[in-house]
């Protein structure tokens, strides 16, 4: 049941007066619950709760922590329909999406906690003590990876599980050890708040702490701002658009204990489509295209916003075949009205550029809230003379850049902002040709794809999603796979402790059996 | 031989006007050569030979980087006397300490040498793509570190070899693939020149791109500030004053593009005496400490500025013993006029405030610049009360707070900012009745040590030198030790990426063979 109340660890509580409903983008209409808008107080409440639970939580066992992260799971496919009816309801996305998602999201909790469960991810490493070392005795150093210490984590509008409240930033915090405090999103509370009720549940039922998760309602910025500000917060996850992630960010330089920010922001996933390919594949890659940029109705992080190529036949005659293939793509809801009326907005920002043809435009009457995908053309010196051209239109929208040459390529790519992804198309062997434009791309972005499309982030060790700010805020981290844990961590050196102190991870016995660093070699041996 | 000019690349610079000497502390007299400040322009060339000579050495070998940081090692060396002769001029520290710290100095060069010549430090993880998986089929995606690009490395006043222009920060950076553009610390700037001029000419032996390595004097801040806001400039590593990391920290949060800045900054390093300690072993550590807060004139970053206990009669006893012990250490030099000015201002601080007993203070007439050491003693309450009782006061300098009880003694520890390090000290098994008090020590540093000093870091794989903020300004980093190379590098994702195209590190082959994470095993194995 959604209740419309925060969760203060495991109590519901409404003490505040501001109310707000969620949005059916399908039907146009506001759903029914009515949330309460977390107040001053009881954000204090939760990141005390949170600092005292933090006392008990980061000492707990990583088989103890995999057994609340799988019970998260379980509880969350608990939900069922229930939960897969709100999610619909409140982003009008469909079915089939909702259910691949709570795939992906129960696939993240579980994948944290076998890392957990194993143990080896706390980096345990070992430099015994040489009492003897002349000219002075060595001390014995061990050191491994701790937790922070309480977590904000900022829901995300287009990944209502898989990136909001039990997402990668929650699910890699919890494995850490770290309490997580959600500002949930409000244009999908009630999703969160099922979501929520999950966690809870689950850390009651395998014993965590009261504290270690809280979730909080809010309609504005100012309930995250001061989530953002309070002393005793020690990092935040943030996806979303730019402004909201680099006010948060400024928010957190200023405070008197500076904190690390995460957050995962705007990118237009620059594709580089070579002449060959272009050629050859001209049919292929438009139609393969179309459909990566009105994905989702082109509500993704890695949405192709921006295709580059050099100036040709075979370009202008793919400009044409993109723009017939969007054109035959039934057009579809976006995830609420001021998602629509952004996308609208930077659409008309950039058509209304200098030089910028349209070369698609889905014009038909739409059903309210969906989105008239398009395609736009713009030369590569425009581009480059334009930083308005370099702007993230959040939707199913794409522009064709087309270049001089190949060096008006390697600059248009050189001058861009930072990017999760970046993408080559290329004929085989073509990309031979072209090792300084590629060297340029990968220099601005955080993973770089050959003949694919970048929709579609693998769950996996080996992905990274985040790159040169804006992309991300750091981009020494990534946001996707188990490696996300790191961002709530830090290492901690134990100079001459006495074994029996020692955390299991660094006992000479090993007793976890986890893979250590002894003395420069990896190994599960006792010491 | 010193110039006094900047090395811009390989090539002197002196384009300014504005000229600076360095200062012999020990003879009270400034030193012969005058240094000429980089100018803007010099700024800018420096910054941008560095983002050219980027592009080259991020691909470069690590046999060849290895090769790279052997002779820059070689060459320190090869400066013999001239170079140990000038650190003794420039910093008042004797001939020991100048060797001690050379071998420091090269051993952390020949560490990170062998780090990237063996090559797993780029923790390469692949994930071998399925083609037939279902629903969607599985890319191939691999991961390794790669560097930032230019980091500016400000010289640390302490450690004129260690921490400054071929120190840990400039190594690990070097080591990672980024050029790297020091900022000389004003007070060793002629020891700051042999150094430079042995990195340039180990650079042009070994054949790395012109630019690689920049060193630019100056004796304001406007130099550092400038080169931490130039948008080419991409991390940052300081040692340094609170005051001095924190205006880099807001200067660099305030770009467009926000950097990662990694400062290490104050801290005073608390060490807590068990009560039984204190009544077995009261005059042994009153000597051992007397040694460690005198050592290096007290001009070290692990330097113990407070020592906590629970009243009692051992307790003030302890206070007299280190009082008389500390009398009876001969007064030394302090690296600079400015230093010795701010030693006795902070010192004439702490005295000045109330309840502040002062039990030691070194008042014979002493030589120009050399530093009266003292001890103070304060109650816990008035500790607790008194935020300004927190301040460092950098040298031979230490504070006792006796505390009336446990309680009080984890709520002083749990009201310190962040440190670096914290110390127990404690007879067999008495640390076993503490368990609160150690866990809020340990959320307050970055390394914890049993029975010992904190001064003495030593460099190895397990050393943590960093902690919560303001003992560096990310305490997810260290910065001693060759996991320090991180602060430098971002992970960067191949997907379905050429195999031949690959960097070395992610070749099916595994030409360089190293250790890699494929499908979570580490191995050496092919593909």
């Known amino acids: 049941m959604i209740t419309g109340k925060n969760y203060i660890g495991n109590q519901l509580s409404a003490k505040g007066s501001n109310t707000f409903t969620t949005f059916n983008p399908e039907l146009n209409l506001e759903n ?59 982003t009008g996305l469909p079915e089939g999406r909702a259910k691949g998602e709570r795939g992906r999201t129960v696939g993240q909790l579980r994948s944290f906690a076998n890392l957990v469960a194993e143990g080896s991810w706390v980096e345990a490493t070992i430099d015994i003590a040489q009492p003897n070392r002349e000219p002075m005795p060595k001390s014995d150093i061990r050191k491994m990876l701790i937790p922070l210490g309480p977590v ?17 930033d929650t699910a890699a915090a919890l494995a850490s050890g770290c309490p997580v405090i959600v500002k949930s999103h409000p244009m999908h509370a009630g999703t969160g708040a099922l979501v929520a009720s999950a966690i809870v549940k689950a850390a009651q039922k395998t014993g965590m702490p009261n504290g270690v998760f809280s979730n909080l309602n809010s309609s504005g910025i100012e309930v995250g701002q001061q989530l953002v500000k309070h002393p005793k917060v020690k990092a935040v996850g943030f996806t979303g658009s730019i402004k909201g992630g680099r006010a948060l960010l400024d928010a957190a330089a200023k405070r008197a204990e500076p904190i690390p920010v995460f957050a995962e922001m705007g990118s237009i996933n620059p594709v580089v489509i070579l002449p060959k390919a272009l050629e050859n594949r001209n049919q292929e890659i438009a139609k393969t295209y179309a459909g990566s940029i009105t994905l989702g109705t082109g509500q993704f992080c890695t949405n192709p916003g921006l295709l580059l190529g050099i100036k040709s036949d075979a370009l202008s005659s793919f400009v044409n075949t993109l723009s017939q293939e969007i054109m035959d793509i039934n057009p579809s809801c976006m995830l609420h009205p001021n998602i629509k009326k952004g996308y609208n907005a930077n659409k008309e920002k950039i058509v209304s550029q200098k030089n910028v043809a349209i070369t698609a435009n889905y014009e038909s009457e739409l059903q309210d809230n969906y989105a008239n995908q398009a395609i736009v053309s713009v030369s590569g010196k425009s581009f480059l003379e334009n930083p308005t051209l370099h702007l993230e239109v959040f939707g199913p929208f794409s522009m064709v850049v087309q270049c001089e040459n190949e060096a008006e390529l390697e600059e248009a790519i050189a001058h861009l902002e930072g990017q999760l ?64 844990i790191k961002r709530w961590v830090r290492p901690f050196s134990y100079q001459d402790w006495p074994n029996n102190l020692l955390p299991k991870e660094l006992q000479n016995e090993n007793p976890n059996s986890i893979f250590r660093t002894v003395e420069g070699e990896r190994t599960k041996n006792k010491i």
């Open 152 to 168: 904000v984590v900022f829901g995300a509008s287009n990944f209502p599980l898989a990136y909001s409240t039990a997402g990668g």
């Open 421 to 484: 992804t970046g993408t080559v198309i290329s004929d085989e062997n073509e990309i031979d040709n072209y090792e300084s434009v590629i060297a340029a791309l990968q220099n601005r972005v955080g993973r770089i794809i050959f003949n694919g499309v970048p929709t579609g982030v693998e769950v996996c060790e080996s992905m990274v999603h985040g790159g040169p700010y804006p992309a991300s805020t750091d981009s020494r981290f990534t946001a996707v796979g188990i490696s996300s």
């Open 32 to 90: 029914e619950t009515v949330f309460t808008e977390a107040t001053s107080q009881e954000i204090d409440e939760a990141v005390n709760l949170a600092t005292t639970a933090f006392k008990e939580f980061r000492t707990i066992s990583g088989t103890k922590k995999a057994e609340f992260l799988n019970t998260i799971a379980d509880e969350i496919l608990a939900l069922d329909d229930t939960l897969i009816k709100t999610y619909c309801l409140e």
